[in-house]
């Protein structure tokens, strides 16, 4: 008869056990490669209950062994056998003597320091990094290159390589820095590891969230931008290791790699306990009582202690869930340096400055890098127990959750697939901290789609209507010969010169040639106009907004700056342009807002407006934007035979630095606040290279009158 694993579970959630019969039945269980998975989670559940075994320690601590936990075996067990120490020996890993490896990432230890290539798919709580950080204390790799996706997971990776590592690494997470040392670690974004030329002779690269190589939609230019960097590694690099959850296939590597090993692995560290509630999307009503409901019970006070993520499909219904958590009193006032400070510097009127004077935090892509990483930091240190959350904090981002919300199955106005649900379920549980996580799906769990769980990489898997811009951006060796001619077709037959294609991939080609014909048949006055070697005048900023709108109409609509007949695109970026700072630009938009909006949802709606735009089109968009501009314009005047040129350089570094020097600007992404480094920003400081700057800092900030106790508390959480 087979064994129901699920019967099992109830059964030791209730008085019905029989221990000896749970212990055998998992030993089926872990006998049959089949239902192996069912068996180490009915392991883990049993960890978690130990009390239940008492008298039985032996033959669990033999199901913990042959379930490869490991891991377990060392932190729950105390008295060890002479064969279970040798074991617990074989298994531990160069960096620490208290840290084990489970059987799978032995395995994988194992196939990289061997020299193969590895492309590993696993849980999120499988414990990859772990492997990372045992192949660089091996000294095997002196060039090693990370690949991540985020300037988030840039700064927490920076963070536990530099604690480890930094005596003998030196670390490169920013384009400001230069390399100094032999043996070197790059933690970069796609477009960060493109935009460097030292990039060569590497040992090891690794490109972690692997999936994120694949198409989702149409046109992706971080997807270009990934599948450019990875033909550029590929060609540097003697091995590589690729990491991701969830995956099942993935197809298009073996054109570029005959040696390498995918596997798909479902070992699990963790068990999980799914509630389903099958709640229409758009039904609020019921999605708060729901949440009431697993919050509070029938209680009036919080039955539900765990550190708790809830996923949600867009800011507003971040800013919604915190002031329904408000509404329905499941947390206490919150007071410190930091809450004041929030509320001092953005507004009280700010959902997230409510939120977090409640003990609640809110991530998601907009808001402040600081705010970001602080507000990760109080969740995993428990100081907050709900952290409400977009997209942004399945990207890797390292959090400590027991209890996981899924309240939305959207990601801004798209559906999400069994794929994404799944990552945000794997949110639930943390090995070594709780055996066992909760989800509860509020909407019903989205079907298994054909193919939803193969990537397919279209560097490897390149037809007749692969985008010309991937063609011109990867290394020539990896282009497929049956494209080949009909790429070079197209570049001796298109209206502007190729090289615009090489140098600026994340471009589709139609929007280069339509860019290029517009300000070749421009008027020579406004020709001239993009010519000024000053800032942008009335007159040149308002051609400027017309090739914006040209160039990123897309990317203008998710902030509604898009519309032809609205000059409001161009009187931003002017008054930001010419702010005194940063923070002067942003005072007074939000002054604007405390004193033009209507209520407090419409100022905080408004703010979260204000930092989208600083963000992704002053920070991002614009400036990409801008160098091809540049760029056109410098070929259609030699083209010409004339003198004029276009230099946006300065423009550009306002936007992408938030009016700081670039070596600060790198500072900010390591949650320093940008209000912080304009107090201590000076010319000389400015010019300092990236690590005096650092040293610098370390050395007198605690002294400086300047710096208030909270800016010095960021400083010291970034520094050290």
């Known amino acids: 008869m087979p064994i129901n694993h699920l019967s099992l579970v109830s059964q030791l959630e209730n008085s019905d056990l029989n221990p000896f019969l749970y212990l055998k039945s998992t030993n089926a269980l872990l006998s049959n490669p089949v239902e192996e998975n069912n068996g180490r989670e009915l392991v883990i559940r049993a960890l978690d209950n130990i009390d239940k075994f008492k008298g039985y320690d032996g033959l669990l601590k033999s199901l913990v062994r042959k379930s490869g936990l490991f891991p377990y075996l060392m932190s729950e067990f105390g008295n060890h056998t002479i064969e279970e120490k040798f074991l617990l020996d074989l298994y531990k890993t160069n960096q620490s003597k208290n840290f084990i490896f489970h059987s799978v990432q032995f395995k994988i230890y194992n196939l990289l320091m061997s020299g193969r290539n590895v492309v590993l798919s696993a849980p999120t709580s499988m414990g990859k990094s772990a492997i990372v950080d045992s192949l660089i204390t091996s000294n095997k790799y002196e060039k090693i290159v990370f690949v991540v996706p985020t300037i988030a997971l840039i700064d927490e990776t920076r963070r536990r390589i530099i604690s480890k590592f930094s005596s003998e690494y030196q670390v490169i997470h920013h384009n400001s820095q230069k390399v100094g040392k032999r043996k070197v670690i790059y933690i970069l974004t796609q477009e960060r590891v493109n935009e460097r030329d030292d990039i060569n002779n590497i040992d090891l690269f690794i490109i972690d969230e692997f999936y994120k190589l694949a198409f989702k939609s149409e046109f992706d230019e971080r997807v270009i931008s990934l599948n450019i960097a990875l033909s550029k590694l590929l060609t540097v690099s003697k091995q590589f290791y690729m990491i991701g959850p969830n995956i099942d296939d993935i197809r298009g590597m073996e054109r570029l790699s005959k040696d390498y090993y995918f596997i798909p692995s479902e070992f699990n560290t963790v068990a999980v306990n799914i509630n389903e509630f099958n709640i229409k999307a758009n039904d609020k009503v019921n999605k708060n009582k729901a949440l009431k409901r697993i919050l509070k019970g029938n209680s009036k006070k919080l039955t539900n202690k765990g550190q708790t993520i809830i996923y949600c499909k867009s800011p507003t219904s971040a800013a919604d869930i915190s002031r329904e958590l408000i509404r329905i009193g499941v947390t206490e006032k919150y007071v410190t340096e930091y809450t004041k400070w929030v509320n001092e510097t953005y507004s009280t009127e700010w959902s997230y400055a409510a939120a977090i004077s409640n ?362």
Request: hydrophobic letters at 35%.
């Open 359 to 720: 003990g609640i935090g809110i991530h998601h892509g907009t808001l402040p890098r600081a705010v970001q990483q602080k507000t990760v930091d109080l969740f995993n240190k428990k100081k907050i127990q709900f952290l409400v959350c977009t997209s942004t904090i399945i990207e890797g981002v390292n959090t400590v959750a027991e209890n996981v919300i899924i309240y939305d199955n959207r990601n801004g106005n798209y559906s999400i697939d069994r794929f994404t649900h799944n990552n945000i379920k794997g949110r639930a549980g943390r090995m070594k901290v709780h055996f066992v996580g909760n989800v509860f799906c509020l909407e019903e769990t989205p079907k298994q789609t054909s193919g939803s769980t193969t990537v397919e990489v279209p560097l490897g898997l390149q037809t007749l209507d692969s985008p010309y811009n991937l063609l011109a951006g990867i290394q020539a060796e990896h282009i497929d010969q049956k494209v080949r001619s009909n790429f070079e077709e197209y570049k001796r037959w298109s209206n502007y010169p190729s090289s615009l294609l090489s140098d600026h991939p994340t471009f589709k080609a139609e929007v280069l040639e339509s860019t290029w014909s517009y300000i070749k048949d421009l008027p020579k006055q406004d020709f001239k106009l993009l010519c000024q070697k000053k800032f942008p005048d009335a007159n040149t900023m308002k051609l400027l907004s017309k090739l914006l709108k040209l160039i990123a109409s897309s990317s203008l609509s998710r902030c509604n700056l898009h519309h032809d007949d609205s000059e409001e695109l161009g009187i931003r970026l002017s008054k930001y342009i010419y702010a005194k700072s940063h923070q002067a630009y942003l005072s007074d938009k939000i002054e604007w807002l405390e004193n033009n909006s209507i209520g407090r949802i419409s100022i905080s709606d408004g703010i979260d407006r204000e930092l989208k735009i600083i963000r992704n089109i002053f920070g991002f968009t614009v400036p990409k934007v801008l160098f091809l501009i540049e760029d056109i314009v410098n070929l259609v005047s030699k083209e010409k035979g004339k003198k004029l040129t276009a230099d946006f350089g300065a423009v550009a570094a306002i936007l992408e630095n938030n009016h700081l020097p670039a070596n600060f600007s790198a500072l900010e992404e390591m949650g320093i606040p940008i209000q912080t480094l304009e107090k201590i920003v000076t010319e000389r400081l400015s010019e300092c290279e990236f690590n005096a700057l650092i040293k610098y800092i370390r050395r007198y900030f605690k002294a400086s009158k300047k710096l208030s106790k909270i800016d010095k508390l960021f400083i010291q959480r970034a520094l050290y």
